[in-house]
């Protein structure tokens, strides 16, 4: 699978976290076949929505979500798995988006 992360500017220990992850997805049987990681900066409207959805139907922008779909084709992942929390709206977009079941880490299934 596709591990992905959206993450503020802010935060400076993302590559951390989705270490992190990808360990617990490990021990659950289940294999991080790629990564992305989209960061909101001060630009993308100011310092006090830096932890807000770029999109509210995504959670990431269009073109990092066609960049997983690439990514996930590429190395011939079944599953996208978000690192943060997903709304069954977005979990629906992004499955018909990148043409498999989009899921956040809780959510994952161990293989």
Known sequence: ??????????RKDFATVMDAAAAGLAARGI???????QRRGVS??????????????????????REVTVLREAVG?????????????????????FGCPAVSLADAPAE
């Open 77 to 97: 992942a079944d599953a996208v798995v978000f690192v943060n929390p997903l709304t069954d709206h977005q979990r629906r977009v992004l499955a018909e988006l």
């Open 44 to 65: 993308d409207g100011g310092v006090r929505k830096m932890s807000w959805p770029l999109s509210s139907r995504t959670l990431i922008r269009g073109g990092k979500a």
């Open 1 to 10: 699978m596709v591990l992905v992360g959206f993450f503020s500017g802010k």
């Open 31 to 37: 294999r991080v076949l790629g990564r992305a990681v």
